[in-house]
């Protein structure tokens, strides 16, 4: 069975290939031994990639829910689908992105930069 939120992502057109895509990543640092070279390298390879940063800040409140803050909170912009998607897949980012998930808990995950609502 189809839910309804899901039509959106069905029924894409064609040119929504290019629309912008977040990536999100709500990190709590259980071992830091990973941080600096992390952060030393991971603006370039953003960058490579069309993708810049739009938040990287522990500044953050919850104004709803019940769920447990996390340390950090990352936004990020990418071009499109395919540019973000080739930044987390790359060669470039696969050690920060294996030691990041070693030395620490948290969520990633791709928003779409579209109005599902739109038909």
């Known amino acids: 069975m189809l839910c309804i939120f899901a039509l959106p992502f069905f029924y894409r057109r064609q040119e929504d290939k290019t629309m912008k895509y977040y990536a999100v990543a709500e990190v709590n640092v259980t071992n830091p031994y990973w941080v600096p070279e992390y952060m030393a390298k991971i603006d370039q390879i953003v960058g490579s990639y069309g993708g810049k940063y739009l938040a990287r800040t522990s500044n953050h409140e919850l104004v709803e829910g019940n769920m447990p803050l996390h340390q950090t909170s990352v ?7 395919v540019a973000a998607y080739g930044f987390y897949n790359s060669e470039e980012y696969k050690p920060l992105r294996e030691a990041r998930k070693t030395g620490s808990t948290g969520r990633f995950y791709f928003v779409a930069g579209e109005d599902g609502a739109e038909g």
Request: aromatic content about 14%; proline content about 14%; hydrophobic content about 45%.
């Open 75 to 81: 936004l990020l912009e990418f071009p499109s689908q």
